[in-house]
């Protein structure tokens, strides 16, 4: 990424912007993997106690009990790892040649949107999207008869603004619960 900042203005210029799916679906991922995790140690424990294989392994020896944590605690930390990953590698990239949609941990996809044909941008945002701050933007391409969405992405009102600069031609359409107003702060996300 190029920035240049003018002395006069205070204006910050960016050749592209990376927004992200926002970080509260990054908490509930992780807790889900949290609770995942717990979930299957405890069908583990009840199928092994339930089935009589505790005879068969040293369940009274402290090294079987501490490795087993560990193995445990490994499983988990990988799990972690990836979902965080996960989340890190997927992103919207906005330039004024267009827009991609880039994903993928092990195996990298990207999917390509042109910008010049976008004639109308929408806003959706539930109410829990409106007390977390996160929406869905949908770009309509006019020449291709289709939408492609931006789905739970961080202050889309941001977005909006920096895609209204990028297409002074196009329309707005906000569907949320309530109206949609931006804080006047000075942040830029990338």
Known sequence: MRMQVNEKTKKIAVDHVNVRMSISFLVVKLIFADVLTTVLL???????YSTGLQEWLPVDDPLFGLSSLIVLSLVESALTVYVVMEWVNEYYEISPHGIAHKRGVFFKKVEHHGI???????????????????????????????????????????????????????????????????????????
């Open 42 to 48: 405890i069908i583990l424990y009840y199928s092994l």
């Open 116 to 190: 010049q044909n976008i004639k109308q941008v929408g806003i959706s945002q539930s109410v829990l999207g409106k007390m977390l701050n996160y929406g869905t933007l949908t770009l309509f391409d006019w020449r291709l008869n289709e939408c492609a969405e931006l789905y739970a992405v961080h202050n889309p009102v941001r977005y909006v603004r920096i895609l209204e600069t990028l297409l002074p031609h196009v329309d707005e359409n906000k569907e949320t619960f309530g109206s949609i107003e931006e804080d006047d702060d000075e942040e830029v996300s990338t």
